[in-house]
């Protein structure tokens, strides 16, 4: 069955990197739109990058520049590089796959993700 493995969460000071790792199983993920999301407690959880089929990505504005999403096809996993981190990064981050062919990835929707990971925990502390 389809799973989403997160990894690569912990605590770093502000100002340090932190590279999350999503291992996909179950379906060939190259195939598909990839996310990463991320929710803090009380608050909508939001898009903060995807990457298309074609390894096309978009990010939200506040990780524009500090952040990179990736794909390895050949290991079906999707990372997450994240530097330049501060305390507003704090969260649950949270992979997620959209089986649908979409033709277009969502970044502010999280609809079209019909999978999920369990998230990883991300801490920056100033």
């Known amino acids: 069955q389809v799973q989403l493995v997160e990894s690569g969460g912990g605590s770093v000071q502000s100002g340090g990197s932190l590279r999350l790792a999503c291992a996909a199983s179950?379906?060939?993920?190259?195939?598909?739109?990839m996310a990463w999301f991320r929710q803090v407690p009380g608050r909508e959880r939001e898009g903060v990058a995807t990457i298309d089929t074609n390894s096309y990505t978009a990010y939200v504005d506040s990780a524009e520049g500090r952040f990179t999403i990736s794909r390895d096809n050949a290991k079906d996993t999707l990372y997450l590089q994240m530097n330049s981190l501060g305390p507003e990064d704090t969260a649950i981050y949270y992979c997620a796959a959209d089986l649908s062919h979409s033709t277009v990835c969502a970044l502010f929707s999280r609809t079209p993700y019909n999978y999920w990971g369990q998230g990883t925990q991300v801490t920056v502390s100033s």
């Open positions: 179950g379906f060939a993920s190259s195939r598909y739109c």
